[in-house]
């Protein structure tokens, strides 16, 4: 798995190198000392998206209980930070700030693993969900880009596909997907370590099924998650602006929505690295962006990453470090985390 990672990473950096050298160095560094360093106000543009993607994950906690806003808008800011800087296949950040939430919270307010798993699943579920909505709104703003029926045609028939492994994906965790995994698992080991895991995976698609059958709370959920998707056009359409262009709110949406679902659709590539630079470039040059102003966008973009993410590593650190010498230093075999989870198994 390590060598697939560093395989990814490596291809995508040599093809972002690649695209770098074909359309000149020199005219990509020009548009960015045009913006100079307006690119913190796109640093700072994205803690919109940042706070309404956490208020949608706010939706699908327990009424009443569970870690506060501030704490989940830092769980959800170590996330975004894992999985766009490091090679964790978009997943990593997902688990990192399910381990972080466990625990957390007043007394008699705090989640179990299991219930930190289920928000997180159908937090991630509704990414994906309203992720494609978004998406599927950019590939309708390029159909005037489009003349051949035959392409229409294609990504009308990707779109149903997508659509419908979205609704699979759906159902099963509905119909109790951790616990159908654990079972697999436990008959091929026959092993009874996988007893503990069992129980947690069958707790998680109760805490998941409640959290679906709260269908006002998923409601609001889905729309601040599809509101946060949209708002990270504006992060587009603010690089453009001080690289000065004079983008539509229109072209920035399809530059957005669709070097976003290249970049989730390369899973496998940390930060899309290499993948999303080619589709901006590519988009661009449908919107009549020249490919120098295209791939400075998207190295503007990587260093809103940078400047966002690294200080989120850095955070995520110092809660594991405080939390390993909480744990040996004070001499305890288990943080409450740990001994949740364990009375939750028993039971």
Request: without cysteine.
């Amino acid at each position: 798995m390590k060598r697939t990672a560093l395989f990814a990473l490596a291809a995508g950096l040599a093809l972002l190198l690649a695209l770098v050298l074909r359309h000149g160095p020199s005219g990509i560094l020009a548009a960015l000392a045009v913006a100079g360093w307006s690119v913190l106000w796109v640093a700072a543009y994205h803690l919109l998206p940042l706070f309404l993607d956490t208020l949608g994950w706010a939706m699908t906690m327990p009424r009443g209980r569970g870690p506060g806003l501030g704490m989940l808008l830092l769980a959800r800011w170590v996330a975004e930070s894992f999985n766009t800087l490091l090679p964790v296949a978009q997943v990593g950040g997902h688990v990192a700030r399910a381990k972080l939430m466990a625990g957390r919270g007043g007394p008699d307010m705090a989640l179990s693993p299991s219930e930190s798993g289920a928000t997180v699943t159908v937090d991630v579920t509704l990414g994906l969900v309203t992720q494609f909505a978004f998406a599927l709104a950019g590939v309708l703003a390029t159909l005037p880009y489009l003349g051949a029926s035959g392409d229409r045609l294609r990504l009308w028939g990707g779109a149903g596909f997508g659509a419908l492994l979205l609704a699979g994906f759906v159902l099963a965790q509905r119909a109790g997907m951790f616990t159908a995994v654990a079972q697999v698992l436990q008959g091929l080991t026959r092993g009874r370590r996988l007893t503990a895991l069992l129980g947690e995976a069958k707790a998680m698609d109760t805490h998941i099924r409640a959290i679906y059958a709260a269908k006002g709370r998923l409601a609001l959920a889905a729309g601040l998650r599809l509101l946060g998707w949209l708002s990270k056009s504006g992060e587009s359409w603010l690089a453009l602006h001080f690289l000065g262009v004079p983008a539509t709110l229109g072209d920035a949406l399809v530059l957005e929505a669709l070097s976003t679902a290249a970049a989730s659709a390369a899973f496998m590539v940390p930060g899309g690295l290499g993948v999303r630079e080619g589709s901006i470039l590519l988009l661009g040059g449908m919107l009549g962006i020249t490919p120098e102003v295209a791939l400075a966008l998207a190295l503007i973009k990587r260093a809103r990453e940078i400047i966002l993410g690294a200080p989120g590593l850095a955070v995520w650190l110092w809660i594991e470090a405080r939390g390993w010498r909480s744990r040996h230093g004070k001499g305890q075999s288990q943080s409450a985390p740990d001994r949740a989870f364990v009375k939750e198994s028993r039971n």
